[in-house]
């Protein structure tokens, strides 16, 4: 049963457009949402949050999207960069609990 | 400041080999985890930690063990090695949400 869904595994975009990268999740109850973003052989670093009270939250060139009535949340990078090219996990996680469910990844690739 | 660092980054097995992953962390984070990796699959949470002492069982805890003497160390414990085993394995500190994760260790069962 996944909680969390990351229905691309892959996205392309040219440089300087904008990649969305899409998650769905089942459980209403989950009160943080999470991205990190994952390069081949390393671990994955956290980029942005937003909590199940807020719809937006922006960090630079990124911004995450939540739609709480759709259980959808997205997140927005403008624009792309070569440099972004990676594995993007969307996470969730419980109200008062540090444990995180993963999304299965949806791999970018941003192309000159 | 390292942040969170793993040991080792490869490793053989064969079947019914033991062996420890090692994980410390330096942000004095009392929240530890371990995960795995199957390919194509998001992480999967084996077993994590709130504390020294204190340890519980995660989504996929069978075949594996973990101990936490220590604020920084964190091992995972796989006692009888199983093909089904052969993944990457990371781990991972937390303050609040936010976790950081070390490098990970690629773990082959053969």
């Known amino acids: 049963d996944q909680q969390v869904k990351q229905n691309s595994p892959s996205l392309s975009v040219q440089e300087g457009r904008i990649s969305i990268l899409n998650c769905d999740y089942t459980?209403?109850?989950?009160?943080?949402f999470l991205w990190y973003k994952k390069y081949p052989a390393e671990g994955p670093t956290f980029l942005i949050s937003?909590?199940?009270?807020?719809d937006k939250n922006e960090d630079g060139r990124f911004t995450v999207f939540l739609n709480k009535s759709a259980k959808h949340l997205s997140l927005h990078i403008v624009p792309s960069q070569p440099g972004d090219s990676a594995v993007y996990f969307c996470?969730?996680?419980?109200?008062?609990?540090?444990?995180?469910?993963f999304g299965t990844g949806t791999r970018l690739q941003v192309f000159p | 400041n390292a942040g969170v660092t793993q040991t080792p980054k490869f490793r053989i097995l064969k079947i019914g080999q033991s062996m420890t992953l090692q994980c410390t962390q330096d942000?004095?984070?009392?929240?530890m985890y371990w995960y795995r990796q199957d390919p194509g699959m998001g992480l999967k949470l084996i077993y994590y930690?709130?504390?020294?002492?204190?340890?519980d069982k995660g989504e996929v805890p069978n075949g594996y063990n973990v101990s936490r003497s220590t604020t920084e160390d964190f091992p995972l414990r796989l006692e009888l090695a199983a093909p089904s085993q052969t993944s990457v394995y990371f781990c991972?500190?937390?303050?609040?949400?936010?976790?950081?994760f070390g490098p990970g260790t690629r773990l082959l069962v053969l």
């Open positions: 991972a500190s937390s303050i609040e949400e936010t976790q950081y």
């Open positions: 459980n209403s109850m989950f009160d943080y």
């Open positions: 937003i909590s199940s009270i807020k």
């Open positions: 996470a969730a996680s419980f109200y008062n609990t540090d444990k995180l469910i």
């Open positions: 942000m004095n984070h009392n929240y």
């Open positions: 930690s709130v504390g020294a002492g204190i340890t």
